[in-house]
């Protein structure tokens, strides 16, 4: 089985270079910085917690969860713990399937397309192809490879 390859050149990329309107560049201004202090809010909890800091802005949080610094700190520990298991038995898991199935470096990557390979297809005429690939815009008004996929599939 062969790999694929991309479609455009490496040298090609594509570059978005669009300016939004300013009230949608407001509303997201916006969006961003709440989630962002949002972030630091939640992430001085848990650090409060296990360094054992309380000041009005986490005692706040704790009062309207009903928690203590030992259950947030209890809860840290779990979480990582359950974390590390899953670290490790995925590390396990992987080392199991390259001992199983070895390494997958069998494949080689995929040649470049000849015209004689498009030809021998038998979708599209030599002198079709050439045209195709010279052509800088291309409109179609009918697609020429629909017909003859449904033509082989009825004969």
């Known amino acids: 089985?062969?790999?694929?390859?991309?479609?455009?050149?490496?040298k090609q990329?594509?570059?978005?270079s669009d300016k939004q309107p300013f009230v949608r560049f407001i509303i997201s201004l916006f969006f961003t910085a709440f989630f962002w202090v949002?972030?630091?809010f939640v992430v001085w909890f848990f650090t409060s917690a296990l360094i054992g800091v309380n000041d009005r802005y986490s005692g706040v949080l704790k009062i309207a969860f009903k928690t203590v610094n030992s259950e947030i700190r209890?809860?840290?520990?779990?979480?990582?713990?359950i974390f590390f298991f899953f670290l490790i038995s995925l590390?396990?898991?992987?080392?199991?399937?390259?001992?199983r199935f070895g390494s997958l470096n069998r494949r080689k990557p995929v040649g470049k397309t000849t015209i004689n390979d498009l030809e021998n297809l038998g979708l599209l005429s030599k002198e079709s192809i050439e045209v195709l690939q010279q052509a800088r815009y291309i409109e179609f008004q009918v697609n020429p490879l629909k017909d003859?996929?449904?033509?082989?599939k009825i004969g």
């Open 91 to 99: 590390f396990f898991w992987r080392l199991y399937n390259k001992k």
């Open 38 to 40: 949002y972030s630091l």
């Open 74 to 81: 209890s809860f840290v520990y779990i979480s990582i713990l």
């Open 1 to 10: 089985m062969e790999q694929s390859r991309s479609r455009f050149d490496e």
């Open 148 to 152: 003859v996929v449904e033509d082989k």
């Open 13 to 16: 990329q594509i570059i978005i």
